[in-house]
C-alpha cells in the first residue's frame, strides 16, 4: 500500500540551531513534493516545491532536498525562532494523478528560546 | 479576495442533518480542492475541481458527500444525513491549473455532529 511517513514524535529544539524533518514515502512516483507550516486553528500554508529531478531546494532559512532513490525528503530550518515553532506538513503529487496532493501526517516542531 | 474564504468557521448539527460548507477560492484559481483534517493528522483528500468539473472525487468517503462548483468559482461541499464520524475540521484550497504551483488554504470549517 501507499505511504507517506513523518515523525509523529514533536520535535523539541533549540533557539538558533538546525531543525531537520523527515518524510519518507512507499508505493508512489512522485512529480513533485511540496512541504506546508501549519499553525494551530490555521489551515497549511505553502512553502517549497521540489521536482522529482531536482535534488535540493532553498528559500531563505529553509532548505529542501529529495531523494527518489531513497524516497524521502528532508526539510531543514537553519538558525531556528521561536516564530517557526508549528507542525510541518510534506505532501506528495503523483505523476498520475493531476494536480492533487496527498499529505503525511505532519511533525510538530517546538523551538525553545 | 485576497485569500481562500470559507465559511462557517464553525458548524455544530445534530446527527442526521444535513450541512453545506461553502468555499470561496482566490479569483483566477482554476483548480479547487476539499481536504479534511482529524486532530493530529495530516489534511485528507476529498475531492478536487479543474473549473466546473471535479477532475478527481475519488476521496468522497461515501454517497452523503457531495461537492459542486457551478460556475468555476464558490464551491459548496454538502453532507446528508450527517454522522458524528463526519466532525472534523473541512479545509477547502485552491491553485492556478497547472502542476507545480502550491496550494492556497482556507482556514477551515470545523464540524461537530453531536
Known amino acids: 500500500s501507499q505511504k507517506i511517513e513523518q515523525n509523529s514524535e514533536a520535535l523539541n529544539i533549540q533557539e538558533g540551531k538546525t531543525a531537520t524533518l523527515t518524510c519518507n514515502y512507499t508505493?508512489?512516483?512522485?512529480?513533485?513534493l511540496q512541504w506546508y507550516r501549519q499553525d494551530p486553528g490555521r489551515g497549511p500554508v505553502f512553502l517549497l516545491l521540489i521536482r522529482e529531478n531536482e535534488k535540493e531546494k532553498r528559500k531563505e532559512r529553509l532548505k529542501v532536498t529529495f531523494d527518489t532513490t531513497l524516497k524521502q525528503s528532508l526539510f531543514h530550518i537553519t538558525a531556528s525562532q521561536p516564530a517557526d515553532s508549528a507542525t510541518y506538513l510534506c505532501?506528495?503529487?503523483?505523476?498520475?494523478?493531476?494536480?492533487?496532493?496527498?499529505f503525511g501526517g505532519g511533525t510538530r516542531v517546538l523551538v525553545k528560546p | 479576495g485576497a485569500g481562500v474564504s470559507q465559511t462557517p468557521s464553525n458548524k455544530v448539527t445534530e446527527k442526521g442533518k444535513y450541512v453545506e460548507l461553502r468555499c470561496d477560492p482566490i479569483s483566477g484559481h482554476t483548480a479547487l480542492y476539499w481536504y479534511r483534517q482529524s486532530l493530529g493528522q495530516g489534511p485528507e483528500f476529498l475531492i478536487y475541481f479543474q473549473g466546473t468539473g471535479a477532475a478527481d472525487d475519488s476521496g468522497l468517503p461515501n454517497d452523503r458527500f457531495f461537492a459542486v462548483r457551478p460556475e468555476g468559482s464558490v464551491s459548496t461541499l454538502k453532507i446528508q444525513r450527517t454522522e458524528r464520524g463526519d466532525s472534523a475540521v473541512y479545509l477547502c484550497?485552491?491553485?492556478?491549473?497547472?502542476?507545480?504551483?502550491?496550494?492556497?488554504f482556507g482556514s477551515g470549517t470545523r464540524l461537530t455532529v453531536v
Open positions: 484550497a485552491s491553485s492556478l491549473g497547472d502542476r507545480g504551483h502550491g496550494y492556497t
Open positions: 505532501a506528495l503529487a503523483l505523476k498520475a494523478a493531476g494536480n492533487k496532493l496527498t
Open positions: 508505493n508512489y512516483s512522485p512529480a513533485y
